[in-house]
């Protein structure tokens, strides 16, 4: 991971500071979280230091620091998903899993995250869990979607 992380770094040119945000994104979308190691290697290289870019990164719901569970939930909360009924599914998540967006639940089974628009307004609300679109959800299926989840995560 060392490795990736550098190579990424390699692309943006020291020292610019408005490069941050573009690359704790890269970085999080190849190693999945922002580790420790990851924000002291993008302070060393930005001349920023890991207290501001913690600051700036815990401001914005997309950035995680620590990983994702074996079952990652990605529930839009975007406009139309949020007047379908998100606000609920994501409460409903939470009461079944013990998480809330951005955790990971302690046995490393569910991580969970919310997210602006996924591009499928007219089939809201929308959650992609690892690879795989549930559209149409409604807050009453989530109990029974989470206890199948749960099995799959004790079989891995
Ligand atoms: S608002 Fe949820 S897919 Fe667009």
Redesign the pocket.
Known sequence: MENSIDSILKRYKPGRREDLIPLLQEIQEEAGFLSVDAIVKIGRHLGLSTTKIYGLATFYDQFRFIPRGKIHLKL???????LNG?QSILNKITEETGIGPGQTTRDGSFSFEVV??????N????ILINDEYFTNVQADQIPELIKKLKYLAEDD
């Not at 839009?76 to 949020?82: I, K, P």
């Not at 602006?116 to 307004?121: A, D, I, K, N, V």
């Not at 089939?123 to 929308?126: E, Q």
């Open positions: 839009c909360h975007g406009t139309t998903c949020f998100s602006p628009c996924m591009g499928g307004c089939k809201g609300p929308v």
